[in-house]
């Protein structure tokens, strides 16, 4: 099981001293990879549901420190030597798909292949608004027609483009992605489109809050999938991201005890259960506004929950 660190970056700890502190915690403690979550302007008013909490209400103030992934990313491309950068996930249609596939492109030129793009369409109707996007009911169907952009940006050489949503005039796309044929996609989200997007163009599926007892049915779901698509299951990575809070056990969307909170032997069993249904990653996060705390809990995780897994 390799294991990645989402950095946090929005919400209290979202500031340069702790990003940069918690990249150097991953360097330092074996993590394959550290992860950036994507939001660019917190509205005043969000009326949106947020699908990962049982109120529907985003954990964060509209006041709290926001920093923008892709620019952290290039920090922290040269702040780090090992480890892998991704994106969990990247709202697809927030940014133009040409200049995002040349933002991510020369990330991974410079950090010698190690970015990896996780992909979503987004839930906050408010914030497509403020970046004046395409239409929030073709988010879907635009982020499919952008990760076809990125893929043959990655290509290098002429692209072109003729969607429903984004024309491209052939162009020429140099240098290209070190990583080939592209940079790594990993699909986002838990409902039956983003299955099916993951089957038709993703690397991996990420998903997220969904119980252990409920992954057979979501994984058969996606089984289903690339049989229509002509794939092979085992072609995709599975990662899995679980907010932790290791010590008092937190309510689930779902129902229940959210997976990774609670005593260390049940997380160590949350994680167990994962890697026995095919899960190869697992990205941690603490969501909490004590630096000194979160400190404490990735170092408890590091100590106390990691060797378990190792030792499964």
């Known amino acids: 099981m390799k294991i990645g660190l989402d950095l946090g970056i929005y919400g209290q700890l979202a500031t340069p001293q702790y990003v940069l502190g918690l990249a150097e915690l991953a360097e330092d403690a074996g993590f394959d990879s550290v992860w950036l979550a994507d939001h660019v302007v917190f509205p005043t008013t969000v009326e949106s549901r947020y699908p990962y909490s049982p109120s529907g209400t985003f954990p964060v103030e509209n006041t709290a420190s926001l920093l923008e992934p892709v620019a952290t990313m290039g920090v922290l491309v040269g702040a780090t030597k090992r480890v892998r950068i991704g ?7 927030y ?13 991974d030129v410079f950090s010698e292949g190690r970015i990896v793009l996780g992909a979503g369409v987004g839930w906050m109707k408010e ?19 952008y990760i076809e952009i990125f893929k043959r940006a990655c290509a290098g050489g002429e692209v072109s483009y003729d969607g429903q949503h984004y ?14 044929p592209h940079i790594p996609v990993v699909i986002g989200g838990t409902s039956n489109a983003a299955l099916r997007r993951v089957a038709r163009c993703g690397d991996g599926w990420l998903s997220v809050a969904v119980p252990t007892e409920r992954m057979p049915e979501r994984l058969q779901t996606l089984v289903q999938f690339c049989n229509d ?12 991201k679980l907010f932790i809070n290791i010590g008092e056990e937190r309510p689930s ?10 005593s260390v032997e049940q997380i160590v069993a949350d994680i167990s259960g994962l ?13 909490g506004r004590d630096p000194l ?8 995780f590091v100590d106390q929950i990691v060797p378990r897994i190792n030792a499964a």
């Open 293 to 300: 705390k979160q400190t404490a809990q990735l170092r408890q």
């Open 95 to 107: 940014r133009n798909p040409v200049l995002l596939a040349k933002m991510l492109t020369t990330l």
């Open 229 to 240: 698509y002509d794939r092979s299951p085992s072609s995709l990575t599975l990662y899995h």
């Open 167 to 180: 024309q491209l005039a052939p162009a020429a796309f140099y240098p290209a992605s070190v990583q080939r």
């Open 275 to 287: 890697e026995q249904l095919g899960y190869t990653h697992i990205i941690i996060r603490y969501l």
């Open 253 to 262: 969307v779902y129902g229940g005890r959210e997976p990774g909170t609670g």
């Open 127 to 145: 914030e497509f608004e403020a970046l004046a996007t395409a239409p929030f009911k073709h988010r879907g169907q635009v982020t499919d027609e």
């Open 87 to 93: 994106t969990a996930v990247l709202v697809m249609p």
